[in-house]
């Protein structure tokens, strides 16, 4: 396609503001969807992705477009995630188009990562058409929202289109739009040279790579280089997704699609890298992305110790397709051997295991979620630490430093105070506030690992469901950490230790032990459960002896039905692991962290 018809366009909004609907009406008008393919959120294609209802990996489609004076064009389009996890998948599209369509929800508003995903495209130099969706829902307000967006954003809405993404109200006079007013891509060189978009393993085509190319052509059979490991390839297939499998001989400058060259493992293919003919010796590499960075750790455990190759295998097979995702031996004491996994965030972590479970049918446990922590021992030596467990001797440590985010939250300004009580709770320090129309932007400095366990679930529940946030990790310093350990029957449990700030141990210590005594069964001896600091115990419940007959409220005869309900009753225990005497359901280190504020 003359590169003077092309348009590449990200389509970037908070979470749930309509981006994927949008997508399906665009898929729809331009006729890359037939009847029998039709299903909403058509690029939502992971099985999470459609029962959750989000998007959780950009994806990409190309699409012909004839305007109303028939002009014909060729749409790339990028669908990208909103949930804040994700947001590396945003950066990456941005940098594979020219114009970015932003999608603000016009029953709602700005909210957080509108705002961090608007400014990444700023950033880029992208060209930003602002839409105002869900027009359909009797709640819209088109024109608040408008000034909303010129007032936070600071870009112009005269020309806002209103559509509803649902009923496809408008997305016509969108499409005229977009072909008008986004700019088409930019060529100088002849020579080829192509962005790495991203990578990942398809059951059916193997290791597939979507590239832009920016400069010449890429053609099939064509020998490549990637730059940044010298890696070469004989390009054996190419075609581009609308949203099917289409394939080509080329793909010429401006244009996005997917190459296969018998690539071996993801793990060669750098997202950000270039792409350059093999011979060519003058070519200079584009910059590059930041790598995405886990920045969540926990441990994950198979439940039967007989499942554990099962589940190396797993990770395997997994890291194939999130290259975000990273996972290391680990053994605990309490826990057998393991793995001590990286994610991006909480949802990320969610989404994996679920996966895990459910794709690799595995029973798990999963133990609270931390952040990396840094070590300067006495002789200034600089340790790691993701896991509580590698935490030197209190002697041994200089200081402890701890990562701290820089984060957005925008409420509407009823419940500021509470939403203020709560991040200094969390230890935050306020940076800046700014209230409009009744809606505040707050910035906030927050330490990660306040706000790993429940912060959003709790920022949710303070505002009404009202409150939106938005984060990034932006340094470590010091902090007055102390690990804090747990001991049920008086063994210490390291799965459930946990690295925490001085001042707040002992309401965590305590809040803790309340809700393992919850989680943790009765059994038929008593329990205690205590919290302590380096062998201080500062906290203390205890489980009180009972014994669960489950057969005692059936009289007398029937048989069968005892052993079934004794039946039902072991099976309950397959969930549970032995700790010395004391059974412990899986769910619990994961949850025991989750502290509500009612405790
Ligand atoms: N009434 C109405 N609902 C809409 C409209 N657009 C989207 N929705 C609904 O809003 C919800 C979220 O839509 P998605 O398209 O999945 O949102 P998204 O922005 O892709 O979400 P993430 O990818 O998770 O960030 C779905 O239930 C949609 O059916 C609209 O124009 N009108
Ligand atoms: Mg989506």
């Known amino acids: 396609m003359e590169i003077s018809k092309i348009r590449n366009f990200s389509i970037i909004a908070h979470i749930d503001h309509g981006k994927s609907t949008l997508a399906d009406r665009i898929i729809?008008?331009?006729?890359?969807?037939?009847?029998?393919?039709?299903?909403?959120?058509?690029?939502?294609?992971?099985?999470?992705?459609?029962?959750?209802?989000?998007?959780?990996?950009?994806?990409?489609?190309?699409?012909?477009?004839?305007?109303?004076?028939?002009?014909?064009?060729?749409?790339?389009?990028?669908?990208?995630?909103?949930?804040?996890?994700?947001?590396?998948e945003v950066s990456r599209s941005l940098s594979a188009c020219e114009g970015s369509v932003l999608v603000v929800d016009s029953t709602q508003g700005v909210e957080a990562q509108t705002l961090a995903n608007a400014y990444q495209?700023?950033?880029?130099?992208?060209?930003?058409?602002?839409?105002?969706?869900?027009?359909?829902?009797?709640?819209?307000?088109?024109?608040?929202?408008?000034?909303?967006?010129?007032?936070?954003?600071?870009i112009d809405t005269s020309e806002a289109h209103l559509v509803s993404a649902k009923t496809g109200l408008g997305v016509e006079d969108l499409l005229d739009q977009i072909v008008e007013k986004l700019p088409s891509p930019n060529t100088n060189e002849k020579n080829l040279k192509a962005l790495l978009v991203d990578s990942w393993y398809d059951n059916y085509l193997g290791v597939t790579v979507l590239v832009r190319v920016l400069d010449g052509v890429m053609k099939k059979g064509m020998k490549v280089k990637f730059l940044s490991n010298n890696q070469q390839y004989n390009i054996d297939r190419i075609g581009y997704f609308t949203p099917e499998i289409n394939y080509c001989d080329e793909l010429g400058p401006g244009e996005i699609g997917f190459i296969n060259a018998s690539i071996k493992s993801v793990a060669d293919c750098k997202v950000g890298d270039t792409i350059a003919e093999l011979n060519d010796e003058k070519i200079k590499p584009l910059p590059g992305f930041k790598p995405s960075l886990p920045v969540?750790?926990?441990?994950?455990?198979?439940?039967?110790?007989?499942?554990?190759?099962?589940?190396?295998?797993?990770?395997?097979?997994?890291?194939?397709?999130?290259?975000?995702?990273?996972?290391?031996?680990?053994?605990?004491?309490?826990?057998?051997?393991?793995?001590?996994?990286?994610?991006?965030?909480?949802?990320?972590?969610?989404?994996?295991?679920?996966?895990?479970?459910?794709?690799?049918?595995?029973?798990?446990?999963?133990?609270a979620p931390g952040v990396v922590y840094k070590v300067i021992d006495r002789n200034k030596n600089e340790i790691?630490?993701?896991?509580?467990?590698?935490?030197?001797?209190?002697?041994?440590?200089?200081?402890?430093?701890?990562?701290?985010?820089?984060?957005?939250?925008?409420?509407?300004?009823?419940?500021?105070?509470?939403?203020?009580?709560?991040?200094?709770?969390?230890?935050?320090?306020?940076?800046?506030?700014?209230?409009?129309?009744?809606?505040?932007?707050?910035?906030?400095?927050?330490?990660?690992?306040?706000i790993v366990i429940d912060f959003y679930?709790?920022?949710?529940?303070?505002?009404?469901?009202?409150?939106?946030?938005?984060?990034?990790?932006?340094?470590?310093?010091?902090?007055?950490?102390?690990?804090?350990?747990?001991?049920?029957?008086?063994?210490?449990?390291?799965?459930?230790?946990?690295?925490?700030?001085?001042?707040?141990?002992?309401?965590?210590g305590?809040?803790?032990?309340?809700?393992?005594?919850?989680?943790?069964?009765?059994?038929?001896?008593?329990?205690?459960?205590?919290?302590?600091?380096?062998?201080?115990?500062?906290?203390?419940?205890?489980?009180?002896?009972?014994?669960?007959?489950?057969?005692?409220?059936?009289?007398?005869?029937?048989?069968?039905?005892?052993k079934k309900l004794l039946e039902k009753q072991k099976k309950g225990k397959k969930r549970m692991k032995q700790f010395g005497n004391v059974e412990i359901p899986q769910t619990a280190f994961f949850e025991a962290l989750k502290i509500g504020d009612q405790d």
Request: with cysteine.
């Open 28 to 88: 729809e008008i331009c006729g890359g969807m037939d009847d029998r393919t039709k299903k909403d959120q058509v690029l939502d294609s992971m099985e999470i992705e459609r029962e959750r209802g989000i998007t959780i990996k950009a994806q990409t489609v190309r699409l012909n477009y004839k305007n109303k004076k028939g002009d014909e064009y060729q749409l790339n389009i990028l669908d990208t995630p909103g949930h804040v996890d994700f947001s590396y």
């Open 121 to 154: 495209a700023i950033d880029v130099n992208h060209e930003i058409l602002p839409v105002l969706n869900k027009a359909d829902l009797p709640a819209s307000e088109p024109e608040r929202v408008k000034e909303d967006i010129e007032q936070t954003i600071g």
């Open 296 to 367: 969540v750790f926990c441990g994950i455990y198979p439940v039967d110790t007989s499942d554990y190759e099962r589940l190396k295998e797993s990770f395997e097979k997994l890291a194939l397709n999130d290259s975000s995702f990273t996972y290391e031996n680990e053994t605990s004491a309490a826990l057998g051997y393991g793995f001590r996994c990286g994610f991006l965030g909480l949802l990320h972590l969610e989404v994996t295991t679920e996966r895990l479970r459910r794709e690799f049918d595995l029973d798990l446990i999963t133990t």
């Open 384 to 450: 790691v630490i993701r896991n509580p467990s590698e935490l030197p001797d209190p002697a041994e440590i200089d200081k402890i430093l701890e990562p701290w985010v820089k984060s957005t939250i925008i409420v509407p300004q009823d419940y500021l105070g509470t939403v203020i009580t709560l991040c200094i709770e969390k230890r935050g320090k306020q940076k800046n506030l700014n209230i409009q129309n009744n809606r505040a932007i707050l910035e906030m400095e927050l330490p990660l690992n306040e």
């Open 457 to 508: 679930d709790k920022l949710k529940s303070y505002s009404k469901g009202y409150a939106s946030f938005d984060y990034q990790v932006y340094d470590y310093f010091e902090g007055d950490l102390v690990k804090l350990n747990i001991l049920v029957n008086s063994e210490t449990v390291d799965a459930f230790s946990n690295i925490v700030h001085k001042t707040r141990a002992e309401t965590i």
């Open 510 to 562: 305590r809040r803790i032990c309340n809700k393992l005594k919850d989680l943790i069964p009765r059994q038929n001896f008593q329990i205690p459960i205590q919290a302590a600091i380096y062998g201080k115990i500062i906290a203390r419940e205890t489980i009180k002896a009972f014994r669960k007959d489950v057969t005692a409220k059936l009289y007398g005869g029937d048989v069968s039905r005892k």
